[in-house]
């Protein structure tokens, strides 16, 4: 199962994206979902992450108060709201799956999430 990416774009400084993500074959409810990005040249970073039922979001620094996750069990997906972007936001947003807390899956790298996908490109003009 890979998971999709979508929603990524162009967009200039102080404006607003809303990615989604999701997983034709996978239940979400049952995984923490997050949101990683790799900028150019650049290891893949912590965004977000979602517990399975929701819960306390938790957010790397750099979105700390201007992205938002969510997730919709109906449709089966999880979104990431990103609002006051800015030039450092540019990167290939990833989104992942993997069966442990949203805390825990804020401190593990990438690699070792259970289900991961094809990125989504994301550029922040100045």
């Known amino acids: 199962v890979q998971l999709q990416a979508s929603g990524g774009g162009l967009v200039q400084a102080g404006g607003s994206l809303r990615l989604s993500c999701a997983a034709p074959?996978?239940?979400?409810?049952?995984?923490?979902v997050g949101w990683f990005r790799q900028p150019p040249g650049k290891e893949y970073n912590f965004v977000a992450a979602?517990?399975?039922?929701?819960?306390?979001?938790y957010y790397s620094v750099s979105a700390e108060g201007r992205f938002a996750i969510s997730r919709d069990s109906a449709s089966n997906a999880v979104y990431l709201q990103m609002n006051s972007l800015k030039p450092e936001d540019t990167a290939v947003y990833f989104c992942?799956?993997?069966?442990?807390?949203?805390?825990?899956?804020?401190?593990?790298?990438?690699?070792?999430?259970?289900?991961r996908g094809k990125g989504t490109q994301v550029t922040v003009s100045s």
């Open positions: 992942a799956a993997r069966r442990t807390s949203a805390q825990t899956m804020s401190r593990l790298p990438y690699s070792t999430m259970e289900y």
């Open positions: 074959g996978l239940t979400f409810t049952t995984y923490s």
């Open positions: 979602i517990g399975r039922s929701g819960g306390i979001p």
